[in-house]
């Protein structure tokens, strides 16, 4: 069965960096572009980052950009967030998603989250 | 602020109906596939709609989905106890080349 599995989460101060990783099994990786989605407290659902399938194609939220780099190791059958300046308005849920196989419209929406994991932007 | 509206709560009681609305623009749902996601608390979002008014296998028939323009909506017919939840809509954004969501809504049962 489809498993993703995030880790990497945990306190850091304000302008400090974070890199998120996220293990995928049970299904092939390099076939699906990947998301982050995350849930600030008392939030909604924000989606961050997605990366292509051969990891050649990003995109950000305007809200990270510049700060956060999306990558993939197809061979490891890993996705990574790396976080960089971050603020306390980045403290949230952040969630492993597989998205999409070739493009947006043929998508059947999210079905696949990983638990989440939780990054604490505190001094 | 998020890019698709949502009401903030709804509330019914056993086996009444709730309506959640979802209203975007022309970039997005008015272009797009809706989906809707169900996030109970402390756990993971599951998908509940996709496509508009698919109902992927093991989601309740008492959920449905509509799209008409550039607003959608999500209908629980027969609210039912475990369905206190918080629900969100999605699509895709031809302008932002991605993801947008609705800021959810916390349903009730009262």
């Known amino acids: 069965q489809v498993q993703l599995v995030e880790s990497g989460g945990g306190l850091v101060e304000p302008g400090g960096s974070l890199r998120l990783s996220c293990a995928a099994s049970g299904f092939i990786f390099s076939d699906y572009y990947m998301t982050w989605i995350r849930r600030a407290p008392g939030k909604g659902l924000e989606w961050i980052s997605y990366?292509?399938?051969?990891?050649?194609?990003?995109n950000y939220a305007d809200s990270v950009r510049g700060r956060f780099t999306i990558s993939r190791d197809n061979a490891k059958k890993s996705l990574y967030l790396q976080m960089s300046g971050l603020r306390v308005e980045d403290t949230a849920v952040y969630y492993c998603?597989?998205?999409?196989?070739?493009?947006?419209?043929?998508?059947?929406?999210?079905?696949?989250w990983g638990q989440g994991i939780l990054v604490t932007v505190s001094s | 602020q998020s890019v698709l509206s949502q009401p903030p709560s709804a509330s019914g009681t056993p086996g009444q109906r709730v309506t959640i609305s979802c209203s975007g623009s022309d970039s997005n749902i008015g272009s797009n596939y809706v989906f809707w996601y169900q996030q109970l608390p402390g756990m993971a979002p599951k998908r509940l709609i996709y496509r508009n008014n698919q109902r992927p296998s093991g989601v309740p028939v008492r959920f449905s989905g509509s799209k008409s323009g550039a607003s959608a909506s999500l209908a629980i017919i027969g609210l039912r106890s475990e369905d206190e939840a918080d629900y969100y809509c999605?699509?895709?954004?031809?302008?932002?080349?991605?993801?947008?969501f609705g800021g959810g809504t916390k349903v009730t049962v009262l």
């Open positions: 998603v597989r998205d999409f196989s070739q493009n947006y419209y043929d998508s059947s929406g999210h079905e696949y």
């Open positions: 999605a699509a895709w954004d031809d302008s932002l080349r991605g993801w947008v």
């Open positions: 990366v292509s399938n051969s990891g050649v194609v990003t």
